[in-house]
């Protein structure tokens, strides 16, 4: 966290990011830090999409939390954990990472594969706009219970740009950037439509 915080471009700054960023992501499942675990008790009348929304959360951590495997079973007196999400984004183009922070602590990056985003010279604030899951090219629709396994892919606002998983050739046409497809399985965890995005140029 030394490193990180007073030497962030020192030799050893990257290693020191991957080992805070792992110590991180275990204490926020663990409900030690970062995290707002709460317990939600199903009503009569509630879908899942009623209860990610109210409790501004998604549906991939809706399910991982409570091992959740179909969306077809909901009854009311059900007891489901739900962690509201309020992290944001910080895309650093030079230094080509995402960071995911927890207002002003830093909790985890990750590695910028490529990027097509336009280029820039100053700081830029925009938001997410969905999450979308998608199978063979195909947009899966909530509430399906194949969305969990599904490949997600980030949408940011403006630029109208969006976050992929990185297959080794970008596809063509497509703004945005790509990251490797096990963190930005593990990113869509901890975001849901808009939180905040910063992009650093």
Same mark, same amino acid.
């Given at each position: !966290? ?15 990011? /991957?080992? +805070?960023? *792992? ?5 926020? $499942? ?6 707002? %675990?709460? #317990? ?7 879908? $899942? +999409? !009623? ?12 399910? $991982?939390?409570?091992?959740?495997? /179909?969306?077809? =079973? ?13 992290? =944001?984004?910080?895309?650093?183009? @030079?230094? /080509?990472? %995402? ?5 002003? =602590? ?15 010279? !100053?700081?830029? *604030? ?7 899951? @998608? ?6 629709? +909530? ?16 630029? #109208? ?10 596809? *063509? ?13 593990? +990113? ?14």
């Amino acid at each position: !966290k030394y490193v990180n915080t007073y030497y962030p471009t020192a030799v050893s700054a990257p290693e020191a990011r /991957r080992i +805070l960023g *792992e110590m991180n992501m275990d204490r926020l $499942f663990s409900g030690k830090e970062f995290a707002d %675990l709460k #317990q939600y008790k199903v009503k009569s009348g509630d879908s $899942f +999409l !009623k209860i990610i929304r109210d409790n501004e959360t998604n549906l991939d951590l809706l399910m $991982f939390l409570n091992d959740l495997k /179909r969306l077809d =079973r909901l009854h009311p007196g059900d007891v489901f954990t739900v962690m509201p999400l309020h992290f =944001r984004l910080v895309i650093d183009m @030079q230094r /080509r990472v %995402l960071g995911i922070w927890d207002g002003v =602590r830093y909790i985890k990056g990750y590695e910028i594969k490529h990027s097509s985003l336009p280029k820039g010279s !100053k700081v830029k *604030e925009t938001k997410l706009v969905s999450i979308e899951a @998608q199978s063979k090219g195909d947009r899966i629709a +909530l509430p399906s219970s194949s969305y969990r396994s599904a490949e997600k892919v980030l949408v940011l606002k403006s630029p #109208q740009a969006e976050i992929r998983p990185y297959t080794g050739t970008p596809e *063509e046409g497509v703004v945005g950037l790509y990251l490797n497809a096990v963190d930005l399985e593990e +990113l869509a965890l901890l975001l849901r439509a808009d939180n905040s995005v910063e992009i650093r140029y």
